[in-house]
């Protein structure tokens, strides 16, 4: 199979894939709300936030950094992946000791504490997935923890459909959850078949002298964009929280495309940056460019038909016990456009190894947030945690693009943004007009609409596909 061929089906393989797994999570999510009902998803909320936020602080970037390495193929890749798991299982072993340890200073209930308990086991799993998602994304192999995750949130349901049946109540469930997460981690690890624990001293040096920098970018992150979903259970009801968690759930699913989009463009863009002084700069800014109008064409339409139409998104997700998160959902939705900016850019920046003049950008952001999350949690509740994340997600994603516009000295044309941006206006009016319609009336005519004018003003272009398989010296040890 030729290299182009390569990385288009791999990009296909990942674009299905999430596909299916994003229907796979609206689905979990439908069944937990239901199960639980609102004050109960609100403990759920907490007690998987509370691992959230732990377990993102303590990520140090294993994914990014597992991908980088291998692809370099400095190093025997058994040697090498062995090494990173070992680190890996360290660090997350030690996260979620702290994750247990911390739980009882917290004024939640014994429910809460016992759930952090539980759900600890999830998150480790997860976290030991960072390692070989890194190595399948590098050896172009994403068609192997693609079907991972699949079979993880097919595991879910099937768990929470079970339990649920059986009416067993929250924490049970909450061990169903556990329990399923290892679906996806069980399936990597015998796919890869060589996994021994292992320290190579040269290994290990390299690995942590690329690791601390993502790391402290990662701990500023954590605290701008989880902050909210730790601090806001300690100043208004589980009820509340429950709301809250379930229209950001929504958000979450919605952003992971924007994901998944930058995940196979920052190895192009960082290929082709390495190659700008024999190649010129020229297919570095082509790659820029085209990884701005992909985010955008997919996330300002889904920005603007959430906003217009979020309480019956809500209900259809979440149940009609959940018709009062529509508005907080609404009231998020103007984030995904700073999530653009921040999402491309700050990928750009690792692929252009800024990391390091990222971190003020990250640092500021992230005393600011908590200084706000401090002051507004307690007064406005809910609306100050919507007012810190719109700040703190516009502010990141201005400063990382014009971080990132700069190291390239490139910026990109403003025009296809435009047309998006109008063509996902006029959408939104469609949407309004018809909002009396049913949810499933209402997707198809947004999705008619929109794709009608970018058509018209010809944003999409079959060149843009070109472009992202024009990238030279991936790598090709397809497993």
Same mark, same amino acid.
């Given at each position: 199979?030729?290299?182009?061929?390569?990385?288009?089906?791999?990009?296909?393989?990942?674009?299905?894939?999430?596909?299916?797994?994003?229907?796979?999570?609206?689905?979990?999510?439908?069944?937990?709300?239901?199960?639980?009902?609102?004050?109960?998803?609100?403990?759920?909320?907490?007690?998987?936030?509370?691992?959230?936020?732990?377990?993102?602080?303590?990520?140090?970037?294993?994914?990014?950094?597992?991908?980088?390495?291998?692809?370099?193929?400095?190093?025997?890749?058994?040697?090498?992946?062995?090494?990173?798991?070992?680190?890996?299982?360290?660090?997350?072993?030690?996260?979620?000791?702290?994750?247990?340890?911390?739980?009882?200073?917290?004024?939640?209930?014994?429910?809460?504490?016992?759930?952090?308990?539980?759900?600890?086991?999830?998150?480790?799993?997860?976290?030991?997935?960072?390692?070989?998602?890194?190595?399948?994304?590098?050896?172009?192999?994403?068609?192997?923890?693609?079907?991972?995750?699949?079979?993880?949130?097919?595991?879910?349901?099937?768990?929470?459909?079970?339990?649920?049946?059986?009416?067993?109540?929250?924490? +049970? &469930? $909450?061990?169903? %959850?556990?329990?399923?997460? !290892?679906?996806?981690? *069980?399936?990597?690890?015998? =796919?890869?078949?060589?996994?021994?624990?292992?320290?190579?001293?040269?290994?290990?040096?390299?690995?942590?002298?690329?690791?601390?920098?993502?790391?402290?970018?990662?701990?500023?992150?954590?605290?701008?964009?989880?902050?909210?979903?730790?601090?806001?259970?300690?100043?208004?009801?589980?009820?509340?929280?429950?709301?809250?968690?379930?229209?950001?759930?929504?958000?979450?699913?919605?952003?992971?495309?924007?994901?998944?989009?930058?995940?196979?463009?920052?190895?192009?863009?960082?290929?082709?940056?390495?190659?700008?002084?024999?190649?010129?700069?020229?297919?570095?800014?082509?790659?820029?460019?085209?990884?701005?109008?992909?985010?955008?064409?997919?996330?300002?339409?889904?920005?603007?038909?959430?906003?217009?139409?979020?309480? +019956? &998104? $809500?209900?259809? %997700?979440?149940?009609?016990? !959940?018709?009062?998160? *529509?508005?907080?959902?609404? =009231?998020?939705?103007?984030?995904?456009?700073?999530?653009?900016?921040?999402?491309?850019?700050?990928?750009?920046?690792?692929?252009?190894?800024?990391?390091?003049?990222?971190?003020?950008?990250?640092?500021?952001?992230?005393?600011?947030?908590?200084?706000?999350?401090?002051?507004?949690?307690?007064?406005?509740?809910?609306?100050?945690?919507?007012?810190?994340?719109?700040?703190?997600?516009?502010?990141?994603?201005?400063?990382?693009?014009?971080?990132?516009?700069?190291?390239?000295?490139?910026?990109?044309?403003?025009?296809?943004?435009?047309?998006?941006?109008?063509?996902?206006?006029?959408?939104?009016?469609?949407?309004?007009?018809?909002?009396?319609?049913?949810?499933?009336?209402?997707?198809?005519?947004?999705?008619?609409?929109?794709?009608?004018?970018?058509?018209?003003?010809?944003?999409?272009r079959p060149s843009t596909l070109r472009e992202i398989f024009a990238a030279k010296k991936l790598p090709t040890n397809v497993q």
């Amino acid at each position: 199979m030729s290299l182009k061929r390569q990385i288009a089906y791999n990009t296909i393989v990942q674009l299905v894939g999430k596909t299916i797994s994003t229907i796979l999570g609206l689905i979990a999510v439908a069944l937990l709300t239901r199960s639980l009902g609102v004050e109960q998803f609100g403990w759920y909320i907490t007690a998987s936030g509370f691992l959230q936020f732990i377990g993102i602080f303590t990520d140090f970037g294993f994914t990014v950094t597992t991908a980088n390495l291998v692809a370099e193929k400095m190093f025997d890749e058994h040697k090498l992946i062995n090494t990173l798991f070992t680190w890996r299982l360290i660090t997350a072993l030690a996260a979620n000791a702290l994750a247990v340890g911390i739980i009882g200073f917290f004024p939640y209930s014994d429910t809460i504490k016992l759930a952090v308990i539980v759900l600890s086991v999830s998150f480790l799993a997860s976290s030991l997935n960072q390692v070989f998602i890194g190595f399948y994304q590098a050896s172009l192999a994403t068609v192997i923890f693609t079907t991972g995750e699949i079979l993880g949130r097919a595991a879910l349901i099937g768990a929470i459909v079970g339990v649920s049946w059986l009416e067993k109540g929250f924490l +049970p &469930i $909450m061990v169903a %959850v556990s329990c399923s997460s !290892f679906v996806y981690f *069980g399936y990597l690890v015998a =796919r890869y078949g060589h996994l021994r624990l292992s320290f190579n001293r040269a290994i290990s040096r390299l690995m942590f002298a690329r690791l601390w920098p993502t790391a402290i970018a990662i701990i500023c992150n954590t605290m701008y964009l989880q902050g909210d979903r730790l601090l806001l259970p300690l100043y208004v009801s589980q009820t509340e929280v429950g709301l809250y968690g379930a229209s950001y759930r929504v958000l979450d699913i919605v952003l992971q495309l924007a994901a998944l989009l930058m995940g196979i463009m920052m190895p192009l863009i960082a290929g082709a940056w390495a190659r700008r002084a024999a190649e010129g700069a020229s297919n570095v800014h082509r790659l820029l460019q085209t990884s701005f109008d992909l985010v955008a064409l997919f996330l300002l339409p889904a920005a603007a038909a959430i906003f217009v139409i979020s309480r +019956p &998104i $809500m209900q259809f %997700v979440a149940g009609a016990d !959940f018709a009062p998160a *529509g508005i907080i959902l609404q =009231r998020l939705s103007p984030a995904i456009i700073g999530i653009t900016l921040g999402m491309t850019f700050g990928h750009v920046v690792l692929a252009l190894n800024r990391q390091r003049q990222a971190l003020k950008i990250y640092f500021t952001v992230a005393v600011c947030s908590l200084a706000a999350y401090v002051i507004l949690l307690p007064r406005f509740g809910v609306n100050g945690a919507i007012i810190v994340t719109l700040f703190s997600e516009f502010a990141a994603g201005t400063w990382l693009m014009i971080l990132a516009c700069r190291s390239a000295k490139f910026w990109p044309n403003p025009f296809s943004f435009l047309k998006i941006f109008l063509a996902s206006t006029v959408m939104a009016m469609v949407l309004f007009y018809c909002r009396s319609l049913p949810l499933f009336g209402l997707l198809p005519i947004g999705l008619g609409v929109y794709s009608l004018l970018v058509a018209l003003f010809k944003v999409a272009r079959p060149s843009t596909l070109r472009e992202i398989f024009a990238a030279k010296k991936l790598p090709t040890n397809v497993q």
